[in-house]
């Protein structure tokens, strides 16, 4: 039997204010606040581990299966699409049947999924099981967000974020760490195998502890056309950003999937404007605050993910270290965000989302204008301090749009609220890596060919250029076999300077992503409905 509470929305005198708990204060275990946030942090865990663990695993994938490049890149895409395109569908399941059984179906599927591609004997299945992995991360995020939302009062529940957040944000860092370690001492398959033990735990967790939340005016019915809709138009609008890199941003196929995009949206605008209980309410957006929460966070993640997508490749290609150590070295990035998370949570209790959010949007615009100065030659030092000062101006703006996107939606639909949050920074890291991208390409393109007769280099044909440009492009020096020595040098130096100039470019443009995203903070404000959830449970 599932452990409910029901939530009414109506409340004395006629009115209707934010939903509040009618069931029994928890007791024991089950529904503590604190034990809820230690659960769900367990589970999500796994997600924000496996995107960054499992990129330190594909070259020695690629060499067990004898996979191509192409396959291996889908090993990424396919989880992503996967995600990206299920998150708000996902979250929308969570309000529809509670979120904690969503989350336990997520945590199993995620780790059945996980030891599925372990055992996986071709890069077919690793690809196919990535995908399913993607759309049980899916049910994942969203609804740990509504049990944090439904669990703890208003007054807690920035700091609850916060802890979760610096959960993500420790994952997230010690992805390629213990990546590297478990690849090279272990095998490639440790890397998906240790989601099994860590999902078995959250699962056990969940059963124990987790207290199902539902509204009393939850939906009752499933908008299966707006699903389908919402879902071609994300997947028309992630392919194409996949696609777009190889394709290039002037073909044809890129913009006939923009477009098919743009149109399956307005299908999609127009169908949940008439159907009686849509997928995602369109007056959910008159919400101003909650409108700015979204695009902040795909302002941030345009910033962020773009911007320190260069940076591995200027870590590992540049100076020349290894995966590790270029985990390592980020650590100053990661470890602010795992300090300055809870911190955040603090501030914003306290003195509102919007000073907090601001700020930290405008430390991302210096940290990422500081990384645009970065050279060949740059030391530790140096680094350090622009991505110490990044991962600071992220911690507020990760727990702060976090909150204001969740809790300015009403209780009955945190889920989708949840979903909207994550399909924010998932749409917007994709963005940022295609477009900054594309800047990147163009400076190499442009710069390239300069600087390789500027070196007094043989001239290269088209062809060559091209096959040049794209190494360049991750800061690898074109050298072809048998080049003598002396020639080597002069390339990789050209390599490395063209490939600075192009990062460089790409980071003043996420630094002016940041200066918009501070101007779009001022828009926002608290949580109007973060009380629907108080109350439930002992602190």
């Given at each position: 039997?599932?452990?409910?509470?029901t939530i009414?929305?109506t409340?004395?005198?006629?009115?209707?204010?934010?939903?509040?708990?009618?069931?029994?204060?928890?007791?024991?275990?089950?529904?503590?606040?604190?034990?809820?946030?230690?659960?769900?942090?367990?589970?999500?865990?796994?997600?924000?581990?496996d995107?960054?663990?499992v990129?330190?695993?594909?070259?020695?994938?690629?060499?067990?299966?004898?996979?191509?490049?192409?396959?291996v890149?889908?090993?990424?895409?396919?989880?992503?699409?996967?995600?990206?395109?299920s998150?708000?569908?996902?979250?929308?399941?969570?309000?529809?049947?509670?979120?904690?059984q969503?989350?336990?179906i997520?945590?199993?599927?995620?780790?059945?999924?996980?030891?599925?591609?372990?055992?996986?004997?071709?890069?077919?299945a690793?690809?196919?099981f990535?995908?399913?992995?993607?759309?049980?991360?899916a049910?994942?995020m969203?609804?740990?967000?509504?049990?944090?939302?439904?669990?703890?009062?208003?007054?807690?529940?920035?700091m609850?974020?916060?802890?979760?957040?610096?959960?993500?944000?420790a994952?997230?860092?010690?992805?390629?760490?213990?990546?590297?370690v478990?690849?090279?001492?272990?095998?490639?398959q440790?890397?998906?195998?240790i989601?099994?033990?860590?999902?078995?735990?959250?699962?056990?967790?969940?059963?124990l502890?987790l207290?199902?939340?539902?509204?009393?005016?939850?939906?009752?019915s499933?908008?299966v056309?707006g699903?389908?809709?919402?879902?071609?138009?994300?997947?028309?609008?992630v392919?194409?950003?996949?696609?777009?890199?190889?394709?290039?941003w002037?073909?044809?196929?890129?913009?006939?999937?923009?477009l098919?995009?743009?149109?399956l949206?307005?299908?999609?605008?127009?169908?949940?404007?008439?159907?009686?209980?849509?997928?995602?309410?369109?007056?959910l957006f008159?919400?101003?605050?909650?409108?700015?929460?979204?695009?902040?966070?795909?302002?941030?993640?345009?910033?962020?993910?773009?911007?320190?997508?260069?940076?591995?490749?200027?870590?590992q290609?540049v100076?020349?270290?290894?995966?590790?150590?270029a985990?390592l070295?980020?650590?100053?990035l990661t470890?602010?965000m795992?300090?300055?998370?809870?911190?955040?949570?603090?501030?914003?209790t306290k003195?509102?989302?919007?000073?907090?959010?601001a700020?930290?949007?405008?430390?991302?615009?210096?940290?990422?204008?500081?990384?645009?100065?970065?050279?060949?030659?740059?030391?530790?030092?140096?680094?350090?301090?622009?991505?110490?000062?990044?991962?600071?101006?992220?911690a507020?703006?990760m727990?702060?749009?976090?909150?204001?996107?969740?809790?300015n939606a009403p209780?009955?639909?945190?889920?989708?609220?949840?979903?909207?949050?994550?399909?924010?920074?998932?749409?917007?890291?994709?963005?940022?890596?295609?477009?900054l991208?594309?800047?990147?390409?163009?400076?190499?393109?442009?710069d390239?060919?300069a600087?390789w007769?500027?070196?007094?280099?043989?001239?290269?044909?088209?062809?060559?250029?091209?096959q040049?440009s794209e190494?360049?492009?991750?800061?690898?020096?074109?050298?072809?076999?048998?080049?003598?020595?002396?020639?080597?040098?002069?390339?990789?130096?050209?390599?490395?300077?063209?490939?600075?100039?192009?990062?460089?470019?790409?980071?003043?443009v996420?630094?002016?992503?940041?200066?918009?995203?501070v101007?779009?903070?001022?828009?926002?404000?608290?949580?109007?409905?973060?009380?629907?959830?108080?109350?439930v449970?002992?602190?």
């Amino acid at each position: 039997m599932t452990s409910q509470t029901t939530i009414d929305s109506t409340a004395p005198g006629g009115k209707a204010p934010a939903d509040r708990s009618d069931g029994p204060p928890a007791k024991g275990l089950r529904g503590h606040p604190w034990l809820t946030l230690i659960t769900v942090a367990v589970g999500v865990m796994m997600v924000a581990l496996d995107g960054t663990i499992v990129a330190i695993a594909n070259p020695a994938i690629a060499s067990d299966l004898g996979a191509t490049f192409a396959e291996v890149q889908w090993i990424t895409n396919a989880y992503f699409l996967a995600l990206a395109v299920s998150l708000i569908t996902a979250g929308k399941l969570g309000d529809r049947f509670g979120h904690r059984q969503t989350f336990l179906i997520g945590v199993v599927g995620f780790a059945a999924a996980s030891g599925a591609i372990g055992l996986s004997g071709s890069i077919g299945a690793v690809v196919a099981f990535r995908a399913l992995q993607g759309l049980f991360g899916a049910l994942l995020m969203p609804a740990a967000l509504g049990l944090l939302r439904a669990t703890f009062p208003a007054e807690k529940l920035n700091m609850a974020i916060g802890l979760w957040g610096m959960v993500i944000g420790a994952s997230t860092a010690g992805g390629p760490i213990l990546g590297g370690v478990l690849v090279e001492h272990v095998n490639w398959q440790s890397v998906f195998f240790i989601n099994v033990p860590v999902g078995a735990l959250a699962l056990a967790l969940g059963v124990l502890i987790l207290l199902d939340h539902r509204a009393a005016n939850a939906p009752r019915s499933f908008d299966v056309p707006g699903i389908a809709l919402l879902s071609g138009a994300m997947f028309c609008l992630v392919w194409a950003l996949i696609k777009a890199p190889a394709w290039g941003w002037g073909d044809g196929r890129t913009w006939a999937f923009v477009l098919g995009s743009a149109v399956l949206f307005v299908a999609f605008a127009v169908w949940e404007s008439n159907v009686r209980e849509p997928l995602i309410p369109l007056a959910l957006f008159r919400s101003v605050p909650l409108s700015a929460g979204v695009v902040l966070m795909v302002l941030m993640a345009i910033a962020f993910m773009g911007g320190l997508f260069f940076v591995t490749f200027y870590l590992q290609n540049v100076h020349g270290m290894s995966p590790i150590d270029a985990g390592l070295h980020l650590l100053p990035l990661t470890g602010m965000m795992i300090v300055g998370s809870p911190v955040a949570g603090v501030l914003i209790t306290k003195l509102g989302p919007r000073i907090p959010l601001a700020g930290g949007m405008a430390a991302t615009a210096i940290a990422m204008y500081g990384m645009s100065t970065l050279e060949t030659d740059t030391g530790s030092g140096v680094m350090s301090v622009w991505f110490a000062l990044l991962g600071f101006g992220l911690a507020p703006v990760m727990v702060g749009a976090t909150e204001v996107i969740v809790g300015n939606a009403p209780m009955e639909l945190s889920g989708v609220a949840g979903g909207l949050q994550q399909a924010a920074m998932q749409i917007g890291g994709s963005l940022g890596t295609a477009v900054l991208g594309a800047v990147m390409a163009s400076k190499v393109d442009g710069d390239l060919p300069a600087n390789w007769k500027a070196a007094g280099l043989p001239e290269l044909t088209p062809a060559q250029l091209d096959q040049a440009s794209e190494a360049v492009q991750v800061g690898v020096p074109p050298v072809a076999k048998g080049t003598p020595e002396a020639v080597a040098a002069k390339i990789a130096d050209v390599a490395h300077d063209t490939f600075i100039s192009g990062m460089s470019l790409a980071s003043l443009v996420a630094a002016g992503v940041a200066v918009v995203a501070v101007f779009v903070a001022l828009l926002t404000k608290r949580g109007e409905n973060a009380e629907a959830g108080a109350g439930v449970g002992h602190l």
